[in-house]
């Protein structure tokens, strides 16, 4: 007795499912082993997109951005671009620890130790809560100079976003040349070998999108440069701290 062709057709059906899901497998399992196989590359490239900078150019000052790590690997870099006669002076930016103790005190003892004259180093303590309110304070101080060209001094996991919130708070104000800085902690051709190299990445990565939410669009960022310097309270800010110092409101 012959099947019923419905049953053959279901036959035929059952077989040709099977025989795709096994293709979908095989290719599943080729990709992994193609991305297994070039996962060094593909690491290191990655690793690599946060590191941008641009050739430096004679500039009013080079701009030493706070939170430098235990070696002062960006100090040491500062301090070089100075030797080397790019700017007559550089901005120690720090936030502050203690109301009467910052960061830049810190890095201008870095950078004093490494050549730089202390008459050359502009102490800038800060009350900043991330690097674009760092930015604006210093493009008003970058104003009230009248610089025109700055270098910008940052670890190089940290030049891409630095680069990203620059470009747009130093807009119409004065040209900005990211340098990079190595940094013991994070090595872009073996970032994921470390654990602290991990943790960079993956904190920069937040980071970097915040920082493109905060400034998706240009009005946001005009109103926090813009907004008018308040008088500083003397019950709030310490003691021999410009007024330029305190965080935008």
Do not use: C
Not at 73 to 101: K, M, N, Q
Request: net charge positive; hydrophobic share 45%; charged share 25%.
């Amino acid at each position: 007795m012959s099947r019923p062709r419905n049953a053959d057709l279901f036959t035929r059906r059952q077989r040709g499912g099977i025989i795709l899901k096994l293709i979908s497998w095989i290719f599943i399992l080729v990709v992994l082993a193609v991305l297994y196989t070039l996962r060094t590359p593909l690491l290191r490239t990655v690793g690599e997109f946060w590191v941008v900078e641009n050739t430096p150019e004679e500039a009013d000052a080079i701009i030493l951005l706070g939170d430098d790590n235990y070696t002062a690997d960006r100090a040491t870099r500062a301090a070089e671009l100075y030797r080397e006669g790019w700017a007559p002076r550089i901005v120690a930016s720090g936030r502050f620890l203690r109301p009467y103790a910052s960061i830049a005190e810190l890095m201008q003892r870095d950078l004093t130790d490494r050549g730089v004259p202390a008459d050359a180093v502009q102490q800038m303590p800060i009350l900043a809560a991330n690097t674009r309110e760092e930015a604006v304070l210093l493009r008003r101080l970058a104003d009230r100079q009248h610089w025109r060209r700055v270098i910008v001094v940052t670890s190089n996991y940290h030049t891409r976003r630095t680069r990203h919130i620059y470009t747009r708070v130093f807009r119409d104000s004065a040209d900005v040349f990211i340098v990079a800085a190595r940094d013991g902690g994070y090595t872009p051709a073996g970032w994921w070998r470390s654990r602290s190299g991990l943790k960079i990445f993956f904190m920069e990565s937040v980071a970097y999108l915040v920082a493109i939410w905060e400034t998706r669009s240009t009005e946001a960022a005009q109103r926090g440069l813009h907004a008018t310097d308040a008088a500083p309270n003397p019950a709030s800010t310490p003691e021999g701290v410009p007024p330029f110092a305190t965080a935008p409101r």
